[in-house]
């Protein structure tokens, strides 16, 4: 895997994650996509990179807490790749869209999807 795409995106989770309740870091870095050549020259190697896990082994997790300073439920690497996707999935979405919480769709529950 390139490690330029891998730095991108731990650039990408501290820039608009790190200091920023989760809504913010989504609506702040669908802006930046959108105005700015160079997120968005950025964005889709990383979502192919996601989708694909192909972040080296560990390192998803890291990054969740380290360069994005979320909370996890499970804190484990599966939970991590799921964080990822939900955010690709929001930032992806019109601004118009709501934003699928982080917390609330990610938790494990009981209850039956409908």
């Known amino acids: 895997m390139n490690e330029n795409i891998v730095e991108n995106l731990k650039m990408l989770l501290s820039r608009f994650f790190k200091d920023e309740w989760y809504r913010e870091g989504i609506e702040n870095l669908r802006s930046a996509i959108k105005i700015d050549p160079y997120y968005h020259s950025i964005w889709e190697p990383i979502i192919k990179m996601v ?3 192909q972040i080296p082994n ?3 997790l890291e990054m969740i807490f380290e360069n994005a300073n979320q909370c996890l439920h499970e804190n484990s690497e ?4 799921k964080w ?9 979405r019109g601004n ?3 934003i699928l919480d982080d917390q609330k769709f990610l938790t494990r529950n009981t209850d039956t999807i409908s």
């Open 84 to 92: 990822l996707l939900l955010m690709i999935i929001n930032v992806s």
């Open 51 to 53: 989708i694909l896990k």
């Open 78 to 81: 599966d939970e991590a790749y």
């Open 96 to 98: 118009d869209e709501p």
């Open 58 to 60: 560990g390192e998803a």
